[in-house]
């Protein structure tokens, strides 16, 4: 309810000058600050999703399920209408097991279409896109740049080293957590979180309307 409450007093101010856009950057930030303390407090239900939904072929990648579980619990605190009469730990399970489904069905169809490994460098976008994707990049660096996403030290830290540039090796999560003295599972989460806050901070972009 808190974060209903803080949604609707940033989007009354939303659009204002002085004291009034001040204010909505306020509300947008306790309403970052409460999501993250529920994803906190329910970060224990992807784990016990990923234990039923991690059964089967080798090819089934287990850090991905965990990912899209923790995409499923971001989103579903996100949606989550209190006033239906549902309890949350239901309606997030039924969002993280969605998720965790929609990712054996793609690593399935992947493994039908191509059985060789998976090789992350045929990922890479292609250079040279068209107007609307080249954009969106140039948006997204500026967001970067300018840290418009409101991204803590460590979250910044964290996407530097996990989304380097194509000069500098990648680092896993282990690397990482084992750098700053955390679990693996909490730099995914810090991971996420930050990318939560990248896509808000697109959504609201005026240029990317």
């Not at 999501?35 to 970060?43: F, K, S, W």
């Not at 209408?81 to 054996?104: D, L």
């Not at 957590?177 to 810090?190: A, D, I, N, T």
Request: charged share 30%; hydrophobic share 40%.
């Amino acid at each position: 309810m808190a974060m209903h409450t803080c949604a609707y007093q940033a989007l009354r101010n939303r659009g204002g000058t002085g004291r009034k856009n001040a204010g909505a950057r306020k509300w947008a930030r306790r309403w970052r600050v409460i999501r993250d303390y529920l994803v906190d407090q329910n970060i224990g239900l992807v784990f016990a999703m990923q234990q039923r939904y991690a059964v089967g072929p080798a090819y089934f990648d287990r850090d991905d399920l965990l990912s899209e579980g923790m995409f499923g619990l971001l989103r579903a605190v996100e949606r989550f209408n209190p006033w239906r009469g549902f309890k949350f730990s239901t309606y997030a399970c039924h969002a993280i097991g969605r998720a965790m489904i929609r990712q054996r069905q793609y690593e399935s169809r992947y493994h039908e279409r191509f059985t060789v490994q998976h090789d992350v460098a045929l990922d890479q976008a292609a250079e040279g896109g068209d107007f609307a994707t080249e954009l969106y990049l140039e948006r997204l660096k500026r967001a970067l740049r300018e840290n418009t996403s409101d991204l803590s030290a460590w979250e910044s830290a964290i996407l530097a080293q996990r989304f380097p540039p194509s000069t500098c090796q990648r680092r896993t999560l282990k690397e990482i957590g084992r750098s700053y003295g955390v679990s693996k599972e909490r730099v995914r989460q810090l991971e996420q979180q930050a990318l939560s806050k990248i896509r808000t901070a697109l959504f609201d972009d005026v240029m990317l309307q």
